[in-house]
T-cell receptor, first 115, second 113 residues
C-alpha cells in the first residue's frame, strides 16, 4: 500500500499525558499537512511542511502542540499535557510540492480520546 | 483571508433524483477549489478540482461542479443520486500565496430509497 499511513489509529489517554502521532506520507510527496477534525466539523488546518521545513502553523495551535518532519519524510505530531478539548481525529495529508492546486492525499486519521 | 461557506449542513434526496450541494467561497485571489467526500470510517477522497481552466469540472462517480466567479460559487451536482453517495462532502479552497487548504464545515448527504 503506497498511500498515507498514520499510527496509531486510535489512542485513549488520561488528561495531562503526552501523546505522539506519526504520519508516513506518499514517498514522492514533499508537502505534508496536519489537520484536526471534531465531530460534525470540517478538517481544521494545523500546520504544514515542505520537506523538513515547517512553513506555516495555525494561530489556533497552542504551545502544547509541536510537529516535526526531521528528514523530510515521516512526520510526528506531539500533544503535551493533553486536555479533554484535544479529543478529535488528527488527519495527515501529503501532496506534491510546486503545486498549490494539487490534490491532498489523506490518511485514515488518528483518533484521540482524552479522558 | 480565504474561506468557504457550505450553505446546507444536511441534504436529503431520493435515490435517482438530482443532487445539489452548495458552496460559496471568499478569496482575494484566483482560488483553486475542490470537493472532497468522506464516507463513514473512511479517509477523505478527492471528487474534483477547479484550477482556473474549464469552469465546468467533471469528477468521479458522475459528480460535477461549476465555478461561477460572479456568484463566488462552486456548487456540486449529480444528475441521479445513488445509495452509495451517502456521505459527508467538503468544499475546499486553496491558493493566493498560501499552500493551506481551507475546508468548509461539510454537508451530510442522505439518500433515501
Amino acid at each position: 500500500d503506497t498511500g498515507v499511513s498514520q499510527d496509531p489509529r486510535h489512542k485513549i489517554t488520561k488528561r495531562g499525558q503526552n501523546v505522539t502521532f506519526r504520519c508516513d506520507p506518499i514517498s514522492e510527496h514533499n508537502r505534508l499537512y496536519w489537520y484536526r477534525q471534531t465531530l460534525g466539523q470540517g478538517p481544521e488546518f494545523l500546520t504544514y511542511f515542505q520537506n523538513e521545513a515547517q512553513l506555516e502553523k495555525s494561530r489556533l495551535l497552542s504551545d502544547r502542540f509541536s510537529a516535526e518532519r526531521p528528514k523530510g519524510s515521516f512526520s510526528t505530531l506531539e500533544i503535551q499535557r493533553t486536555e479533554q478539548g484535544d479529543s478529535a481525529m488528527y488527519l495527515c495529508a501529503s501532496s506534491l510540492a510546486g503545486l498549490n492546486t494539487g490534490e491532498l492525499f489523506f490518511g485514515e486519521g488518528s483518533r484521540l480520546t482524552v479522558l | 483571508a480565504q474561506s468557504v461557506t457550505q450553505l446546507d449542513s444536511h441534504v436529503s434526496v431520493s435515490e435517482g433524483t438530482p443532487v445539489l450541494l452548495r458552496c460559496n467561497y471568499s478569496s482575494s485571489y484566483s482560488p483553486s477549489l475542490f470537493w472532497y467526500v468522506q464516507h463513514p470510517n473512511k479517509g477523505l477522497q478527492l471528487l474534483l478540482k477547479y484550477t482556473s481552466a474549464a469552469t465546468l469540472v467533471k469528477g468521479i462517480n458522475g459528480f460535477e461542479a461549476e465555478f461561477k466567479k460572479s456568484e463566488t460559487s462552486f456548487h456540486l451536482t449529480k444528475p441521479s443520486a445513488h445509495m452509495s453517495d451517502a456521505a459527508e462532502y467538503f468544499c475546499v479552497v486553496s491558493g493566493g500565496g498560501t499552500y493551506k487548504y481551507i475546508f468548509g464545515t461539510g454537508t451530510r448527504l442522505k439518500v433515501l430509497a
